[in-house]
């Protein structure tokens, strides 16, 4: 460590010695002046002049390459030839180098209080008195050198800290340009359409004014993107863009705030003019034809209309854009037309907010953990025991309130949610299967799966690797799959059914009845069990043409080796009649409600 600060000290002592020093001394050529006791010292790059044009000559040089800047310049107060005081001045005031001065004065005391402090104010940092002596000398000299060095490291900072500033302050206009504009067709953003926003509520509810949000949604806008390339995409959103520019009054904010979305605020305009200008859009879109003439393509959108007027409960920015959403989402799923006035108590309304509500309401709680397993029993007519639960879900939120999956399974469906919920049941059921299991019952589970649920990956994997890890027996596990979902994607259905009932499982067509191809389905997919769907069933007593079905149902699915579950059996006397058709297994609330899981492993430890 010693070592290192020895040869530290040496480097910046062979810098001084290297730097350059311009002396102006009347006596440098006499024996013992300063040019000689600096040389002795060591300092290898002196120059000494006494005359003023050479000297300023010396300096400008230095302005002009770097290599040549005088480090010190160090001048005599006795030179006669010019003013020494006036000469300093000006150097101090025009100096870019930042040259440190020194002056050189007789030993007679040649500067008094007042010259002194002239002599600062010219630019001088140290005054060196005759006689020199060299232990006072290069000690002065090496600090005014030192001083000039760091002078000029704060002034690298500074310039340094000042461009990071300058490149701070780009950066920061950039991002707030790009945090209120869209990038791709400079329109204003979500973000300052919902500044925007505000203001015009805060006018609707202070200054009873009425403005409109005019929301607009390319259909079909992920598939153009899919199929033909996000170029292509681009241009449609750079087109629209301009088209909403020229139909839109002068006043109008138009912002893209999302992917596909655009949004024209208009303050001070009322209801008809607003579902006018909506019209208009929509006629001008006829027009919008994209690509070349080889493969054009037309572009349509749903327009959703919002008015934000006084007295009513449009509160927040995001309010009235959520309604603008909900509009244009009801305009795209209307034949009639594609623009769509928002109203509160409209029944489509309220539809789509229940439907969000119970969107929201499937996220938390599969967020949370909130679902939970029931069973019901299907009894054998053979024995009049249980042969499988079937595997019922119920949600019980945090208020514990129970919904029931009529409110919250369409929503899921409807917004692809539906795979999470397949996977937390088949998972949990499996879990559940293997806790049956271990208490020595040799009844299986049935497990609902929807269309969706069978065509993803997922499940496939999850029920191999956990009956692998579980040592499940396949045979104690059936799935049950609607019509409706079997006739999805018919091709994939069956490659899914035909991968697990070759793993051991188990198949049944639920719903049973209510298609109209239903008996080409037992025919086609490979399943074991048939379910009758409770329309027939619940008033079987009564209806001859019901029991005609049912007896028609049972016959064929027996002919073909299928076994045939019947739903929503009631009472004793549907119980009886089904047992006189040969039915194999039954169901409903006479033979058993649904209970939670965890009930009916509490009764198989007793």
Not at 206 to 232: E, K, M, P, Q, V
């Amino acid at each position: 460590m010693f070592k290192e600060l020895i040869n530290s000290d040496t480097q910046a002592l062979d810098e001084l010695r290297n730097a350059f020093i311009l002396i102006a001394d009347e006596r440098s050529n006499e024996q013992g002046s300063l040019y000689e006791m600096l040389r002795e010292s060591g300092f290898t790059r002196l120059s000494q002049s006494t005359n003023r044009d050479r000297i300023l000559e010396i300096i400008r040089e230095g302005y002009r390459h770097e290599s040549q800047q005088v480090a010190l310049f160090i001048i005599s107060t006795s030179i006669e030839e010019f003013d020494v005081l006036e000469l300093t001045r000006t150097l101090s005031q025009h100096d870019v180098a930042n040259t440190p001065i020194l002056f050189l004065s007789q030993s007679s005391g040649w500067l008094n209080d007042t010259q002194l402090v002239t002599s600062y104010q010219s630019g001088a940092i140290d005054i060196l008195n005759r006689p020199l002596r060299v232990a006072e000398v290069v000690p002065r000299i090496n600090l005014a050198l030192q001083y000039r060095q760091e002078k000029q490291r704060r002034l690298v900072q500074e310039e340094n800290l000042n461009t990071k500033l300058s490149e701070r302050r780009v950066m920061e206009a950039r991002l707030e340009h790009l945090l209120n504009h869209d990038e791709l067709t400079s329109l204003p953003s979500r973000h300052r359409l919902e500044a925007a926003l505000k203001i015009s509520l805060s006018k609707t509810h202070n200054l009873h004014r009425t403005c409109a949000l005019i929301y607009i949604d390319i259909d079909h806008f992920r598939i153009i993107n899919d199929t033909l390339g996000h170029s292509r995409g681009d241009t449609i959103l750079v087109r629209m863009a301009d088209l909403l520019k020229q139909a839109s009054p002068e006043n109008a904010l138009i912002a893209r705030i999302g992917s596909d979305e655009f949004g024209i605020l208009i303050d001070d305009i009322d209801e008809y003019v607003a579902m006018d200008l909506a019209h208009v859009i929509d006629t001008e879109l006829d027009k919008l034809i994209c690509g070349d003439v080889h493969d054009p393509m037309q572009v349509f959108a749903s327009i959703g209309v919002v008015m934000i007027q006084p007295g009513t409960d449009n509160k927040t920015a995001s309010e009235v854009l959520a309604r603008g959403d909900q509009a244009c989402h009801i305009a795209k799923n209307d034949k009639s037309t594609r623009v769509y006035l928002f109203n509160h108590n409209a029944s489509e309304i309220k539809h789509l907010q229940r439907t969000r509500q119970s969107v929201a309401l499937v996220r938390k709680a599969l967020a949370n953990d909130w679902f939970k397993l029931y069973l019901q029993p299907i009894i054998s007519l053979n024995s009049d025991q249980p042969s499988h639960y079937e595997v019922l879900i119920r949600l019980i939120d945090n208020n514990d309130k129970i919904h029931s999956p009529v409110h919250f399974v369409p929503a899921a469906e409807s917004t692809g949610l539906i795979n999470k919920l397949d996977f937390w049941v088949v998972d949990n059921a499996l879990s559940l299967l293997d806790r049956i299991q271990k208490q020595q019952t040799d009844f299986g589970l049935s497990i609902n799966l929807s269309g969706d649920g069978l065509q993803t990956p997922a499940i496939l994997e999850l029920v191999k690797n956990k009956m692998n890890y579980l040592s499940l027996s396949p045979s104690r596990v059936m799935f049950e799959l609607t019509e409706t979902a079997a006739v999805s994607n018919v091709q994939a259905t069956r490659a899914t059914i035909s991968k697990l009932r070759a793993l051991g499982c188990r198949f049944a067509i639920d719903d049973f009845g209510t298609g109209f191809s239903s008996f080409s389905y037992i025919k086609n997919y490979p399943v074991d069990y048939i379910k009758i769907d409770g329309i027939f069933i619940q008033n079987l007593i009564n209806e001859p043409s019901d029991q005609i079905l049912v007896r028609s149902m049972v016959d064929i699915a027996h002919n073909l080796g299928k076994k045939v579950i019947a739903e929503y059996v009631e009472d004793a006397a549907t119980h009886e009649l089904l047992k006189t058709y040969g039915v194999d297994y039954v169901q409903g609330y006479h033979l058993g409600k649904p209970v939670p899981a965890e009930q009916i492993l509490n009764s198989l430890r007793y």
